[in-house]
């Protein structure tokens, strides 16, 4: 079993950055795409693709709130994914998932919807202040 551990949330002030970190362990990981999603207090049912990577390299992909101010990539040494937030407004505000997908996907779009993950980190809460 994956196990996907999250770290790195806090509260910081817009225009601040934070750089939030997921690391796999368990089993061999050897995922297909990693991703960051958000859930932000007043979407409780809707969970927010920001960004992917597929984890053999490529272009990634973002959201368009969050281009030119995120950066995600990747640690395939050390089983990590991280996103870099930088330029951090009030609208970011939001707990922030990881998730991975071993199992690939059957359309090439699939990448931002939350379903085509199999595993997820915990959670972690990223306040921005205003």
């Known amino acids: 079993q994956v196990q996907l551990v999250q770290s790195g949330g806090a509260l910081v002030q817009a225009g601040g950055s934070l750089r939030l970190s997921c690391a796999a362990s368990g089993r061999t990981f050897s995922p297909y795409f990693m991703g960051w999603f958000r859930q932000a207090p007043a979407k409780e049912k809707e969970r927010e693709f920001v960004?992917?990577?597929?984890?053999?390299?490529?272009?990634?992909y973002y959201t368009d709130s969050v281009k030119g101010r995120f950066t995600i990539s990747r640690d395939n040494a050390n089983n990590t994914v991280y996103l870099q937030m930088n330029s951090l407004k009030p609208e970011d505000t939001a707990v922030y998932y990881c998730?991975?997908?071993?199992?690939?996907?059957?359309?090439?779009?699939?990448?931002?919807?939350?379903?085509?993950?199999?595993?997820w980190g915990q959670g972690t809460q990223v306040t921005v202040s205003s």
């Open positions: 998730a991975a997908n071993d199992i690939g996907f059957s359309r090439s779009g699939d990448y931002p919807r939350p379903s085509k993950y199999n595993y």
């Open positions: 960004a992917a990577i597929r984890w053999s390299g490529g272009t990634p």
